[in-house]
Every structure is written in structure tokens, then in C-alpha cells.
């Protein structure tokens, strides 16, 4: 089944669009069916050096993701490689968000870009499991179709974030605190902390929302499910609904989207392996019985 | 006339009508904020050097463009201050601020370079408090003291940058978001409650961090171990609650005999219970203050409020009242109506020759020497020369012959 999803992406009121997406069906070397990498990143920095620092901070993810996942395990490799887990998984993400910050910083500071970085929001899709990271205010929202429920898996890396979760301003000031879009962390910071990974289990139907601060910065968790719960609502008029509900709620930024609708995953059982001798050479031939 | 697109790159040119400068050349990025960026300038027609902020992305028709105009606008007569040179609108979104050129060395990276002496630190100080001092004379609060802001010349001179600006940052102005990197340095209420209600004592806590750091060479915070806001909250949560914003622990320092208490006292956690004014602080660690002397012939003059800045600079209201008796003023009564004055924003009272000043309550507050009058408490004395900052308004009481 192919996968179903709606991506959106608008300037609203700003005069350029530092927000880059990223839906990558990537091939892991121990597998036949892909995972899904889906990716938000909100750039920031004087003229359009957000949008390039957004561009390239996701290049670099899923590059690192390529090489951790698919080619490194591939390379000189005669046994068949050990299939990949959430844990791996997990750990691939984990690296790759570390030297994406790392690549960010510097490209920021050779180009003396001043305080440029950018937020970042990745779900990595493996079958039934969806492993999550984020670093500053975009976020990560799932929907969980049976028990019409919505959870914001991601935290937000903001002043106003910290406070609140560490209950010294309430959710009330949080909405109007000075500190709601002064980011603590984001890729090109100096320190990171942990880099926090969430692992989600994915039901059918249910719904995965990865947004820049543009939706989810004006949005109340409960106008989010009641667009999403919506029960006739099709991808594509949720996110409409979405972008058109925060702009009246007076969002001015702009506004990226990933809406992904999680569907059966059927397990197809892993490709016997048979080694071919011929003269010095060793190589594997992955046989399938289908 | 249209005009012509901002050559925001090195070697573009910029023309300007701030002061007599008419154009300026951009030689050197110093830096990028999320706001624009920061150039080493030269003026085209007199070669003499200059720093330009450019603040992109405003959001046009902001009415916050005049209340940064009417701050920016001050000038704070200090040494220790680089001073803002002026300012122009270029368009709708972009306001560019030309200061004067200062070459020297930010301490961040004096500190992260060189090894500075005991009577450095102690000089650097030093002049950092009496620049801040100079500025709360005068109403106008930093909000963003941090080594970074604090920069010293080849001969130890030091200058703090960024005074009067700090409005730039407050939510709403610009479009852009901000990385922050500077919370370690930011008082507790600024935290919590945002930057309209700091005053001076918001400061003060800034350079008890600077002190520290001055002293031990890194940050109180580093020296924790602690890398996130939230390392911060759980100490504040600790049982018993602690109340400074700093542990003392191996603390020491050569240079202040006195530090240690000083340095407790600037950075309590409440700010009620800290410094409430640099002075204080300047005394407690043995300078002496300069105190002007008052003009003789004062009961021959006539008390004024004369507003300092903005399009209604030179404004002035007589502050007419009888001995023992009191005058209520409001948004009416000073600077052609600005909304930021309250309808009855102030009462002025006078016992003989002494006058007094006590917020009624207002909206936006009322500043005195950089520090906000809080309501139900008792009038603060205010003498010829003295700055009040009523809502965005900079004013001057003074004694004038009459005219
Ligand atoms: N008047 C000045 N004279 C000389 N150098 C200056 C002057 N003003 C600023 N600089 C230099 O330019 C650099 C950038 O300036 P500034 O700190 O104001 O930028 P910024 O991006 O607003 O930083 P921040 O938001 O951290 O204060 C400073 O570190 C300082 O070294």
C-alpha cells in the first residue's frame, strides 16, 4: 500500500518561507521495505540565511541516516545484516541529529551568520513504530484514531517550555510569556542537551502531525483534535483546516506541515540469505521466497 | 521618490540622515541577531568610523517603532557607555541605528583569551557599574547585561553597548524569533514576568553574575554543571528555597574584601530583597559617590517636567503646587497625550520646598532613578535633575527661572 500523507508549506505574512520539509522513503541495508523519514526544520538568522540553514540541517539528518543505516552495515559486509530495531533506529537518529548540529554550527560560524540556526522535528517510521527527536519549537503531535486521542509527543525548547514544565509559570502565561518564541535549544546551539528520543506504537488510522511553531504556535491542543478527529475529514482537509484555523487564530509565520496517516503495516518476512563462494571473493546473494 | 534597496553587504552603501551623516559605507559584519545585523561603518564624506544596527523584519505600523524611538532616543552623558549617534526609519520594516565606533574587545572573549589581572577585573568593574549607574540615572534599564555587551579598549576603558535598545527584543517588534543564549545572566522576574516591569534592580542581578564570573572565571552556572533553564528552576525549587541566585561555595575574590556579601545581595532571588540601586552597590564596595551640588538660587525657580525624547521633546508642564499641597498628572497633562501615560498616572506633592512622586496605580509604570514605584508606598523624594520615565516617556524634573 503506498503510504499516505499530505505535506504543506506557506510564507503566510513573512516575505520569505525559511521552513524546509523532507519525506524520505529510505532503504535501510538490513531490509526491503523502507522506513519513512519525515522532517520539518524552521530556519532563523537575519536575511535568508534561515532558509539555508534549514535546507541544509535536513540534508545532513538524512544523510547521516543514510550512511548510519544503509551504507555502513552494507559496506564489507558478508553476513546478513541484523535487522534493524527501534533501538538501532533510535541510536541512528540520535547520531544524526548530533552532527547535524555540529555541521550547523559550523556553517553558521564560517559564514559568520551570527545567532542562525534552526528548529528541527524528525519521525522516523519503522513498520508499527515511529521513532521521534525535536529540538526547539517545532513539534510533533499524535493522534491516536481509536481512542480519539491527541498527545504532543515532542516538548518545545522554549524559554516559556522550560518554565512551564518545570511549573513555575502556568499555562496561562505561558500563552503570553515574553519567552514563548526565544528558543533555549535548536540545531547550531553551542550546548545540547540530551538529545531527546521518543519511541511512539502506531495503530492504524492513526495520525502523526509534525508542524512548524506557524500551526502549533496558535493553535490549542483541542482546536488540533477536534480538526483531526474530524471523522469524514480527508488529508487534505485537515491540513486546510489546520493552516486556515491558525491563521485566524493570528499566526503571521510560516507555516510547514507533515500530516501522515498510519496504515497496516504487513510484515513481509526477511529474504533468506545464500553465500556464493566463487574463487576469493565472498558475496551474498539476497534470495527472496516469495 | 522610491528609494533605492539597502545594500545590507560588505562595501555596500547606505545613505542616512541621522546627525551629519549622510552616507555610510559598510566595511565589517561584527555580527547577526534574529533581528538584522551589525556593521563597522565608515562614514563616506568625513572617513570617521561608526557601528550600524540594522533591525529588519518589523512588523510595519507597529506602534512599538516610537516607543523604541522615544528610548533609543535618550542619550545617557557616560563615559562608559558607547553612545547612540542616531537613528532613522528606512522603511515600514527596517530601522537603522548608528552608534559611535568603539575599539575594543568584548569580555567574553577577554575572558575566554587572556588571563586578566586582579586589578583589571576590579577596573573593568568598576567603570561597568558606573556606566549602568549613568544609564538608571536616567531611566533607562539594559535588560541584556552580559560580558558580551561589556566591551574594553587596549587601555582598560570600558564601554557597555546595547543600552536603549533593549525594547528590539521585546515580543511583537520584529518578526523573527530569538535564540537565546544569554539566560544565566537574566534576573529571575525577567524570567517569569518579561522584560515591561524590570528595573534597575533587574540589572543589578545581571552584574552580580558578571561579578562571579569576573572573579572565578567562569560562570556560576558552568561552574554547576548546569546546561538548561530547567537546571536553574530545580535549584529555585530546592526545599529550603533558596534566596540568591547564586551558591557561594569556593567563591573568592582578591580584589572586592567585601564581595561575598555584596555579591549575595545583588543577586537575591526577589528582587525586593536586593540592591535597589548601583550606587549602593558603588558605596558598599568603598567609592565614594559623586554628589552634585544643587543651584543656590533654587527657591527662585520654578519646578518643570521636560520631556527628553521623542517628537515632543522639550515639552514642558509647570508643576504648580502650593506648599503641602498635591498635583495629579496624567496621559493629558505631559507629551501631547502618548497612550502610554495613564489618565491619572501621578501625584506630585510638595512639603516646603521638597517634592515627591507616587504612581497612582498606572498601567505602565513610573520609573525614578530606574527603579519602578510601586503602588501603596510611600512618595520617593525628587530632586532638580532627576529623570522619571512615565509609561514610555522620558521626563526631567528641574528648577528653571521662568521664562
Ligand atoms: N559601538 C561599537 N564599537 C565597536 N564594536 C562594537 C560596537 N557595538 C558592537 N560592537 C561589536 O559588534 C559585536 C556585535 O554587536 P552586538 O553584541 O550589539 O550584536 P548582537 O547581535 O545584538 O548581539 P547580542 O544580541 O548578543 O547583544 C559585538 O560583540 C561587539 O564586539
Not at chain 2, 542619550?75 to 527596517?94: H, K, N, Q
Not at chain 2, 548601583?278 to 552634585?292: G, N
Not at chain 2, 503641602?324 to 497633562?333: E, T, V
Request: hydrophobic letters at 40%; glycine letters at 8%.
Amino acid at each position: 500500500m503506498p503510504p499516505k500523507y499530505i505535506v504543506r508549506s506557506e510564507t503566510n505574512q513573512r516575505s520569505n518561507n525559511e521552513d524546509s520539509f523532507q519525506i524520505l522513503p529510505l532503504i535501510p541495508a538490513s531490509a526491503q521495505t523502507p522506513i519513512f523519514v519525515l522532517s520539518i526544520a524552521d530556519g532563523m538568522g537575519g536575511y535568508a540565511h534561515g532558509e539555508q540553514v534549514s535546507r541544509e540541517a535536513l540534508k545532513k539528518v538524512t544523510i547521516a541516516l543514510f550512511e548510519e543505516l544503509t551504507i555502513e552495515p552494507s559496506l564489507n559486509c558478508i553476513d546478513v545484516v541484523s535487522p534493524l530495531d527501534a533501538n538501532k533506529l533510535s541510536q541512528a537518529l540520535s547520531d544524526a541529529i548530533e552532527q547535524a548540529n555540529a555541521f550547523v554550527g559550523r556553517m553558521v560560524e564560517i559564514n559568520k551568520w551570527g545567532k542562525a540556526g534552526t528548529t528541527i522535528v524528525v519521525a522516523a517510521i519503522l513498520e508499527n513504530t515511529a521513532i521521534v527527536t525535536n529540538f526547539g519549537d517545532s513539534a510533533l503531535f499524535h493522534y491516536q484514531a481509536n481512542q480519539r486521542k491527541l498527545t504532543q509527543v515532542t516538548e518545545d525548547h522554549t524559554v516559556a517550555g522550560a518554565l512551564l514544565r518545570s511549573e513555575m509559570i502556568t499555562p496561562e502565561m505561558a500563552r503570553h510569556h515574553e519567552g514563548r518564541s526565544q528558543l533555549e535549544f535548536y540545531l547550531g546551539c553551542p550546548h545540547l542537551p540530551q538529545i531527546p528520543i521518543y519511541q511512539l506504537q502506531l495503530q492504524p488510522d492513526d495520525l502523526l502531525l509534525l508542524c512548524s511553531d506557524g500551526i502549533s504556535g496558535s493553535l490549542l491542543p483541542e482546536q488540533i483534535t477536534d480538526i483531526l478527529a474530524e471523522p469524514f475529514g480527508d488529508l487534505e482537509n485537515m491540513a486546510d483546516q489546520l493552516i486556515a484555523d491558525s491563521i485566524s487564530a493570528g499566526a503571521t509565520d510560516n507555516q510547514t506541515l507533515i500530516l501522515w496517516q498510519h496504515q497496516k503495516y504487513f510484515f513481509q518476512p526477511l529474504a533468506a540469505a545464500k553465500t556464493v563462494i566463487q574463487g576469493r571473493e565472498t558475496t551474498k546473494q539476497m534470495l527472496s521466497d516469495s | 521618490m522610491s528609494k533605492p534597496a539597502l545594500q545590507v553587504m560588505e562595501g555596500g552603501k547606505i545613505p542616512l540622515e541621522i546627525g551629519s551623516v549622510a552616507e555610510v559605507e559598510l566595511l565589517e559584519l561584527l555580527g547577526t541577531g534574529g533581528f538584522g545585523s551589525v556593521w563597522k561603518v565608515k562614514d563616506c564624506h568625513t572617513l570617521n568610523l561608526y557601528v550600524l544596527k540594522i533591525i529588519q523584519g518589523i512588523i510595519p505600523g507597529s506602534v512599538m517603532v516610537e516607543r523604541v524611538r522615544l528610548e533609543a532616543e535618550v542619550s545617557i552623558p557616560s563615559e562608559y557607555i558607547v553612545p547612540v549617534f542616531g537613528l532613522c526609519e528606512w522603511d515600514a520594516s527596517t530601522f537603522l541605528i548608528l552608534f559611535e565606533y568603539f575599539p575594543g574587545t568584548s569580555l567574553d572573549n577577554l575572558l575566554a583569551t587572556t588571563t586578566l589581572t586582579s586589578q583589571q577585573k576590579k577596573d573593568i568593574f568598576h567603570q561597568a557599574l558606573l556606566g549602568v549607574s549613568d544609564a538608571h540615572r536616567h531611566n533607562i534599564i539594559h535588560r541584556d547585561l552580559k560580558p558580551g555587551n561589556i566591551l574594553v579598549g587596549k587601555d582598560g576603558q570600558v564601554k557597555i553597548i546595547d543600552f536603549g535598545i533593549s525594547k528590539f527584543k521585546e515580543i511583537g517588534l520584529t518578526v523573527s524569533r530569538e535564540l537565546i543564549g544569554t539566560i544565566p545572566y537574566m534576573a529571575p522576574e525577567l524570567l517569569l514576568y518579561g522584560s515591561k516591569f524590570a528595573d534597575a534592580r533587574a540589572d543589578i542581578y545581571s552584574l552580580g553574575q558578571i561579578l562571579y564570573e569576573l572573579t572565578m572565571g567562569e560562570h556560576f552556572w558552568t561552574r554547576q554543571g548546569w546546561r538548561e533553564l530547567k537546571d536553574f528552576a530545580d535549584y529555585l525549587k530546592r526545599t529550603p528555597k533558596p534566596s540568591e541566585g547564586i551558591i557561594l561555595g569556593d567563591f573568592c575574590c582578591d580584589f572586592y574584601p567585601k564581595a561575598d556579601d555584596i555579591l549575595l545581595r545583588m543577586v537575591k532571588i526577589s528582587h525586593s530583597d536586593r540592591y535597589r540601586s548601583i550606587d549602593d552597590v558603588l558605596s558598599d564596595l568603598d567609592y565614594t559617590p559623586e554628589v552634585s551640588t544643587p543651584p543656590l538660587d533654587l527657591y527662585l525657580r520654578y519646578p518643570l517636567l521636560i520631556v527628553e525624547s521623542g517628537s515632543n521633546r522639550d515639552a514642558r508642564t509647570l508643576v504648580n503646587i502650593e506648599n503641602g499641597g498635591s498635583l495629579i498628572l496624567g496621559r493629558a497633562d505631559i507629551a501631547g497625550d502618548d497612550s502610554s501615560i495613564s489618565r491619572r498616572h501621578l501625584e506630585l506633592t510638595r512639603v516646603g520646598e521638597s517634592y515627591f512622586v507616587r504612581d497612582l496605580g498606572s498601567k505602565n509604570g513610573t520609573l525614578v532613578r530606574g527603579i519602578a514605584l510601586e503602588a501603596d508606598t510611600p512618595p520617593v523624594e525628587i530632586i532638580h535633575g532627576d529623570r522619571i520615565k512615565v509609561g514610555d516617556v522620558f521626563l526631567r524634573f528641574v528648577f528653571l527661572h521662568q521664562m
